[in-house]
């Protein structure tokens, strides 16, 4: 028995006018996501809508330019690079935030999850700065290691969240059963998180990937939504309605991914 | 005397799933009556029918004569005292109490009244300042039955409501709570899996069964005297075993053990020969170290001995099967002991036969 | 091994698991914020870019020149707008998803993370559709002889707005839903068994509950609206200007290195205080949660 009696308790005018609303509010929110998609099946020139055909060549436009494509190579090498920085750096030091009791554990964590809460535009300003003291310049180097800043606290708070339902006593179990720390850790800990780590590694790819603020600085202006940016500030058509079918596949592939980690850590608990 | 509730043959389904089947129950001014079984047997629903919660598939619901079945709960003057105490978080013990009086409209002096009354009578006028993360598991139940009372409702629920407290404060707070609903003539109906719960404290109990009432009685009534096989079984601890119903010795008897025990002063309706399960209560055999009357049975053998407390609980090897015997702490000193070869003394008005359809 | 060593040992492991993540950070994060706060009190020069100097001679600059002050005003007048109204439209919508939709992940959960997942510049390029002078806004309007001529959205104030709006509504939704969904049925049953109605359950029950989701979504979504570069960038007006494509804007094409850093220093004082500030509150509005 899950949840006795909601419907006894509101008034049903309540529910039906709340219902209506969210449904308003929801396609206010897939409104322009399924707006970019339909129109890069159309066959006008421009922004027009509703689209007077169906075609194509818009699809086919962009898979010829050249900013694109290689914009997508740079965003793919970038996305995936950061997902293993992320990964690593974010999992080990979720760990050593649940696992362990030390001084100043709440600051670590404070600064952890710190580039979280910062704007990416002074961040990317600021890593500009130093990037001559590491001798190097705008590029895929400066840029992956931008999209980490963000990467690696956001898997970091993912596999977080996963570790609080974890249980420690199966640790000392692991280990009165002769196991060291590091085996504990691959044959344990790690396929129990696995979903943490998964989504947040999926998602730290997937803001990299869509990252504009920290590559505005970083790249040569050469990203893939860089490159959609300055197509749609000087010539607004639809092949960039084409790439945006790419990238909503590409959240829509992600999702199942994220899903179970999702459902862990936002859903279930009650 | 008019009923304060009556529930007329009510039924709820979930998902097609019948929680509750055609339940009936009258609650007379001031009477306890607890709705007694296993998790799953419908005795929540039932409750939330009459608080409000839930509505009704079918059947009626009436309180203080008024026809509530479909009445919001917010209506209803039922007042919930809940199983995990449902304590506003963000009010004070105070406004907790006061909040029921407030929202039903009642005048700030007639609420505060209100308030200052029921925290006297549930002693929490120390605590009215604090949140209830601030106080302990009997304060807050303290609170969740004063907040109850405070809107005057026509009939109190708790939900298991003990069930969160450990066992002493547990059986302290039954005993209090009991002392106070009966001074107060309070009607209530309190819901429970456990049934030293409900004999602490109802009048009467209603044993529910996979959405039924099986049997509803008074305490010693429902367990001296059950009605159906659930009903004895729910209650007690009991002994189950297979029998025939045979001869001995040239009355009909009940042979059980492979014809080591017989019990002779049972009426059998059971044509001779049916195979049938009984069941004895626990407290129901003695084991004697001789034998007291002209026992013709085989000598059990006592494998172990626990002390329990109130109570010393000995199982018998009879051949293939184990017999449960408790019998008062008192006797810890002359019962037997591991080894000893021991003869039943059956109290026979409390053998049950339980399941008569065994197939031979 | 002695026990001692093995237990000093164990001190310093929390530390081993942490340095993958120091090796990042440090270089790429708290470095390069040093060395910001260091920038912005340097000079620049027409000629020869960022001198070195130790001067508050930006900042003064920043707060008190009337280019600057309107462009804070700007930011800060435009970031509120949107935080309120994403939040005022998020809280019904949280409250029906985190009182019917809690087990059933259904299609409108989706439609908030979605748009989080997505590009922000398929989002901007959506509102373009939809806001272009020949767009499905306009088109609809005029043909239902709302309008003589189209509306002019794209490349204003308005059509920022609403874009920035959308773009933070999932960011507003999500505090307020976990506040929500922390509330227990039983809560909602006890306030109409003592006499509430449904309203009142929600005045009485949800809505103090839920303060703590409230403020936290008019801060995460003050902070994003106010550090946006892409929705005032593509969607904006140029006569209506905001912090951040300015602070891109004086360290690319102006060459004005450290004001770009004092800038950003000021954006970044400016969040962490409404950090603190929204700390604060919550801790104001909610005593039962920190009462002993």
């Known amino acids: 028995m899950s949840r006795p009696g909601i419907e006894a308790i509101d008034s049903a005018g309540m529910y039906r006018g709340l219902l209506v609303y969210v449904l308003i509010v929801g396609a206010f929110l897939m409104l322009p996501l399924v707006l970019a998609v339909m129109l890069a099946f159309s066959s006008g020139g421009g922004l027009e809508f509703p689209p007077p055909g169906l075609s194509f060549k818009w699809i086919v436009k962009a898979a010829a330019t050249r900013e694109f494509r290689e914009g997508l190579l740079i965003s793919a090498v970038v996305a995936v690079a950061t997902g293993l920085i992320s990964a690593i750096a974010g999992t080990s030091a979720a760990i050593a935030i649940n696992h362990f009791r030390f001084r100043g554990r709440a600051a670590l964590q404070a600064l952890l999850m710190a580039p979280l809460s910062l704007p990416g535009i002074v961040i990317g300003l600021a890593i500009l700065f130093t990037l001559p003291a590491f001798g190097l310049v705008p590029g895929i180097v400066a840029t992956i290691g931008g999209h980490s800043v963000i990467g690696v606290p956001y898997v970091a708070y993912m596999v977080l969240a996963s570790l609080s339902n974890y249980d420690m006593s199966l640790d000392r179990a692991s280990a009165s059963l002769g196991a060291g720390q590091w085996q504990t850790f691959r044959r344990i800990t790690l396929p129990i998180i696995s979903p943490g780590v998964t989504a947040g590694t999926v998602c730290a790819m997937l803001l990299s990937f869509d990252n504009v603020a920290l590559s505005l600085f970083l790249s040569n202006g050469n990203t893939l939504p860089l490159r959609m940016m300055q197509s749609m500030q000087f010539y607004t058509d639809p092949s960039v309605a084409a790439v945006s079918v790419l990238l909503v596949a590409l959240s829509l592939a992600a999702v199942p991914f994220l899903k179970r980690s999702f459902r862990e850590t936002h859903m279930e608990r009650a | ?360 | ?292």
Request: glycine content about 6%; aromatic content about 8%.
């Open chain 3, 1 to 292: 091994m002695t026990p001692g060593t093995a237990a000093s040992l164990r001190r310093w492991t929390p530390l081993l698991w942490i340095v993958p993540a120091a090796l990042v950070l440090l270089p790429f994060f708290f470095l390069p914020l040093v060395l910001l706060f260091r920038n912005s009190l340097n000079r620049d020069d027409p000629m020869l870019l960022m001198v070195p100097d130790f001067t508050a001679i930006n900042y003064i600059k920043a707060l008190s020149d009337p280019f600057y002050l309107q462009l804070f005003a700007n930011t800060i007048g435009a970031a509120l707008f949107v935080a309120v109204i994403a939040t005022i439209i998020a809280y019904p919508f949280s409250y029906f998803i985190s009182r019917y939709a809690r087990r059933s992940i259904g299609l409108v959960v989706w439609a908030v993370y979605m748009p989080l997942f997505v590009s922000v510049i398929v989002r901007v390029f959506g509102w373009m559709i939809v806001l272009a002078d020949s767009g499905l806004l306009n088109a609809m309007l005029l043909k239902l002889h709302f309008l003589q001529t189209p509306l002019r959205l794209l490349f204003e104030v308005d059509g920022m707005l609403i874009g920035m709006v959308h773009r933070y509504l999932p960011l507003a939704i999500l505090p307020l839903f976990n506040a929500m969904k922390k509330i227990p049925d039983e809560l909602h049953r006890a306030s109409a068994n003592l006499g509430a109605t449904p309203s009142g359950v929600i005045r009485d029950v949800v809505f103090p509950l839920s303060v703590p989701g409230i403020v936290i979504s008019l801060q995460l979504t003050f902070a994003g609206a106010l550090s946006d570069f892409v929705l005032p960038q593509v969607l904006g007006s140029p006569r209506f200007r905001m912090l951040a494509p300015a602070i891109y804007a004086e360290a690319t094409t102006n060459l004005s290195t450290a004001m770009a850093a004092t800038l950003a220093v000021l954006m970044l004082v400016f969040i962490i205080a409404l950090l603190g500030a929204s700390g604060y509150l919550v801790k104001r509005l909610t005593p039962w949660m920190t009462a002993r």
């Open chain 2, 1 to 360: 005397m008019a009923h304060v509730l009556s529930v007329e043959a009510v039924s709820k389904s979930f998902k097609g799933v019948a929680a509750v089947r055609r339940c009936s129950l009258e609650l007379k001014q001031g009477e306890i009556v607890a709705l007694l079984g296993p998790s799953g047997c419908g005795k929540t629903t039932l409750l939330n029918m009459i608080a409000g919660f839930e509505v009704p598939d079918e059947g009626r619901i009436e309180l203080g004569g008024r026809d509530i079945t479909r009445l919001p709960a917010h209506q209803r003057r039922a007042g919930m005292v809940f199983q995990a105490y449902a304590l506003f978080p963000h009010m004070t013990v105070r406004d907790n109490i006061l909040y029921g009086p407030r929202v039903q409209g009642e005048k700030p002096g007639v609420a505060q009244s209100r308030a200052s009354e029921v925290a006297d009578l549930l002693r929490i006028g120390n605590l009215l300042d604090r949140y209830p993360s601030q106080l302990s598991g009997g304060q807050r139940q303290r609170v969740a039955v004063a907040r109850a009372l405070a809107t005057r409702p026509e009939i109190l629920l708790l939900d298991e409501a003990f069930s969160a407290l450990d066992r002493n404060l547990r059986e302290e707070m039954q005993i209090e709570l009991s002392l106070l609903l009966r001074r107060l003539g309070i009607s209530t109906i309190l819901v429970t899996h456990d049934q030293r719960e409900a004999f602490a404290l109802a009048d009467r109990i209603a044993v529910m069964e996979a959405g039924r009432i099986s049997q509803i009685d008074a305490p010693e009534a429902v367990y001296r005297t059950p009605k159906t096989p659930f009903v004895f079984e729910f209650l007690g601890s009991s002994n189950h075993l297979a029998a025939t119903v045979g001869e001995q010795d040239g009355t009909p008897a009940l042979l059980a053990a492979g014809g080591k025990l017989a019990l002779t002063k049972m009426p059998v309706a059971q044509p001779a020969g049916s195979a049938l399960t009984i069941g004895i209560r626990a407290e129901g055999i003695r084991l004697a170290t001789a034998p007291t009357r002209a026992h013709r049975e085989s000598p059990a053998v006592v494998r172990l001995v626990t002390f329990l407390g109130q109570t010393i609980r000995m199982v018998a090897e009879m051949g293939d099967i184990s017999i449960i015997s408790e019998v008062a702490a008192v006797s810890y000193e002359t019962c037997p002991r591991v080894g000893d070869a021991v003869f039943l003394d059956i109290d026979e008005t409390g053998v049950h036969v339980l399941d008569n359809a065994v197939a031979a």
